[in-house]
């Protein structure tokens, strides 16, 4: 795939970039090293000024850097301006709590282990490689380089080759906010040249958010390096409407966590799983709302759904659709690609869905919603955990004993009650399953990649 940015919302390719050579990633991954001697010598309070002066430069370009996003991945403008600033806000929590969460951790009776003294020390491990997606460009690196960089480590990112303007964006922002020079660095490569980055001695660890083959490939690659990993994979979470639930409130909410990034984030609900009793009423509230939203140009402010972020993604989408419908899904809403310039599909709802259609198991990467009557909380949960997935899921329920025993047996890294999966810097965010493994995010994201030393004095 070419390194290039291509709008998606008339499919013209606005600018290509010339890939770097060996010359050049040598060159980066030396500074990157150079860098991390330096960095892990600085200070917390060093590092949190740095850090906290990256978060105003992107609070600064936050415009510019969110017209930018939506060119090159095509999510609603308003949404990459708040992309932007959430990045900022993440820059600054990991700021102000990183020699918190960092402090050595003394055992509080060191008899225990015939010592006077013993604790446990975090610290770097040196540089890391970040493999990041095209749907969230500016957090999703954010969110590990923070507090990768907090902890004294370095980075080397090698983005999505659709959103290079975002990626080289990145490449800069840490040394303009005063971090040394390589401390972090930006990799124009294709995915065929990270096998080599992460078998280069200097990469102690890599992380990845992306799909399930790529997961595959990077962690196998590592493992036989003997060099940790995180990834943070695909999922298709469920979205559980019960009885006792406020069905207008829970239509508009699964309206907003099915179209928000264009339909194109992991965490986003995809199975809505309705109880019998309310299906009907459920299913009427949803298809009216999804068929309100505006679909256009996502640098229009009024539109609510831009384009898929490719050509390959839409087609990928039709096809995952089509197979539902050909085996005898009911389209509800929507159903096809709009004609027009770009990468538009229409907001889709499928129901009458059957164990023998692709959608039932695969993640739709796209604003396509599948639903499914439910008779009673244990079915809801058989349809709940059938998929590999485990990343995230919703329960709507004002009963505390059914909240009880969705948040107990959901097979998923969180659930969130009356409400959409969010990401936030406080809490830990991470899947399970064929949804990757590792966490980031809160204190379990920056202790991901430290070395965790235990010091015993006699």
């Known amino acids: 795939m070419a390194i290039a940015t291509v709008n998606p919302a008339t499919g013209e390719t606005i600018k290509e970039f010339t890939p770097d050579d060996s010359a050049v990633v040598e060159q980066k991954l030396a500074e990157a090293q150079a ?70 951790e003394p055992l509080d009776d060191p008899s225990l282990v015939n010592a006077s003294q013993a604790y446990a020390r975090y610290q770097p491990l040196g540089v890391i490689l970040a493999v990041m997606p095209w749907n969230y460009p500016l957090w999703q690196v954010l969110r590990f380089a923070a507090p ?49 980055v992460i078998r280069d001695p200097r990469i102690k660890a890599v992380t990845l958010t992306g799909s399930e083959p790529a997961g595959r490939s990077v962690a196998s690659i590592a493992a036989r390096e003997i060099k940790k990993s995180v990834l943070e994979l695909g999922g298709s979470d469920p979205f559980i409407v019960l009885p006792s639930a406020d069905l207008e409130k829970a239509a508009t909410t699964g309206v907003a966590a099915r179209t928000i990034n264009n339909g194109q984030s992991c965490i986003a609900g995809k199975r809505f799983i309705v109880h019998q009793d309310v299906y009907d009423e459920f299913a009427g509230l949803f298809a009216a709302k999804i068929k309100a939203l505006t679909v256009g140009d996502p640098l229009d402010a009024s539109v609510q759904v831009g384009p898929i972020a490719t050509a390959g993604g839409l087609n990928d ?21 709009l004609d027009r310039p770009g990468y538009f599909f229409e907001p889709t709802i499928l129901a009458g869905l059957t164990d023998d259609m692709r959608l039932v198991m695969e993640e739709a990467f796209g604003p396509v919603a599948s639903l499914y009557p439910a008779k009673d909380d244990d079915d809801a949960i058989r349809i709940a955990n059938q998929t590999t997935f485990g990343l995230s899921s919703s329960v709507w329920t004002s009963d505390p004993a059914e909240e ?30 064929a949804s990757g493994f590792g966490r980031e995010l809160a204190a379990a ?14």
């Open 35 to 104: 860098a991390f001697q330096a960095l892990k010598k600085t200070t917390f309070a060093q590092r949190a000024e740095w850090m906290r002066a990256a978060a105003d430069l992107l609070d600064a370009d936050a415009e510019e850097l969110g017209r930018i996003i939506t060119i090159e991945m095509g999510k609603p403008i308003a949404q990459s301006v708040a992309e932007v600033h959430k990045s900022a806000k993440g820059a600054r929590y990991y700021a102000e709590n990183a020699a918190r969460f960092l402090a050595d």
């Open 148 to 196: 990768a960089l907090m902890a004294g480590n370095t980075g080397v990112l090698k983005h999505a080759s659709n959103v290079p303007q975002s990626a080289l964006y990145l490449d800069t922002l840490f040394e303009r906010a005063g971090f040394p020079t390589g401390a972090f660095h930006t990799l124009l490569i294709g995915s065929g040249a990270v096998d080599a």
């Open 317 to 337: 989408l039709q096809e995952l659709v089509d197979d539902a419908v050909a085996k005898g899904a009911q389209v509800l809403a929507g159903g096809h690609a």
């Open 404 to 433: 009880a025993y969705f948040v107990e047996n959901l097979d998923a890294g969180a659930v969130f009650v009356n409400g959409m999966t969010v990401s936030y810097p406080e809490l830990p965010f991470g899947g399970i399953k």
């Open 445 to 458: 994201g920056i202790k991901e990649f430290v070395n965790l030393k235990t010091v015993w004095r006699g």
